[in-house]
T-cell receptor, first 115, second 109 residues
Framework: GAVVSQHPSRVICKSGTSVKIECRSL??????MFWYRQFPKKSLMLMAT?????????EQGVEKDKFLINHASLTLSTLTVTSAHPEDSSFYIC???????????FGPGTRLTVT | EDQVTQSPEALRLQEGESSSLNCSYT??????LFWYRQDPGKGPEFLFT???AGEEKEKERLKATLTKKESFLHITAPKPEDSATYLC??????????FGIGTKLQVIP
């Protein structure tokens, strides 16, 4: 149980284009989904928290117009990196949790490379 | 501000050589402390949640313990397949989790 998938696992895009990453909870309903970014030898950095049906809450320093998050259903959240630049290249990981339960279950991550 | 410090940053063990990983934390009102395992290029895999000082949990060769200031992940007789980065995280506010940088464990046959 508690399986979270992400798609795509790897994506390469050109500078200036937009990329969408999907996060799905496969066997449970995720009332809350989280998006993280991970740099080499650094801890996971929370970018935003999204609750189903409402606007995402972004962490300080994260541009909400650049990283668009949608949590349209209890099993799907998407992160769109708009007008991507090379500095956006990173490992993006989503996680999902349920109301009243503190554990988060992580997806396998998406490696984004912007050329 | 919540803080999580993990030590050592890297640990190299011989197969069968038991050891412990440390996670020191500073948080206002701990709701939960989590241990995750992360393999290269993969998302973290959930291992344990500890809620209060004195609590212990075990899974195969792993045992996690919790005090008011730190948590230990004990690895008994590790095998090469235990090689991974082990992440510690704490939760204070509702569902916001702060992660440590992790301990990269390498178990040599």
């Amino acid at each position: 149980g508690a399986v979270v998938s992400q798609h795509p696992s790897r994506v390469i895009c050109k500078s200036g284009t937009s990329v969408k990453i999907e996060c799905r909870s496969l066997d449970f309903q995720a009332t809350t989904m989280f998006w993280y970014r991970q740099f080499p030898k650094k801890s996971l950095m929370l970018m935003a928290t999204s609750n189903e049906g409402s606007k995402a809450t972004y962490e300080q320093g994260v541009e909400k117009d650049k990283f668009l998050i949608n949590h349209a259903s209890l099993t799907l959240s998407t992160l769109t990196v708009t007008s991507a630049h090379p500095e956006d290249s990173s490992f993006y990981i989503c996680s999902a949790g349920t109301r009243g339960n503190y554990e988060q279950y992580f997806g396998p991550g998406t490696r984004l490379t912007v050329t | 501000e919540d803080q999580v410090t993990q030590s050592p940053e890297a640990l190299r063990l011989q197969e069968g050589e038991s050891s412990s990983l440390n996670c020191s934390y500073t948080v206002s009102g701990l709701r939960g402390l989590f241990w995750y395992r992360q393999d290269p290029g993969k998302g973290p895999e959930f291992l344990f949640t500890l809620y209060s000082a004195g609590e212990e949990k075990e899974k195969e060769r792993l045992k996690a313990t919790l005090t008011k200031k730190e948590s230990f992940l004990h690895i008994t007789a590790p095998k090469p397949e235990d090689s991974a980065t082990y992440l510690c995280a704490v939760q204070a506010d509702y569902q916001k989790v702060t992660f440590g940088i992790g301990t990269k464990l390498q178990v040599i046959p």
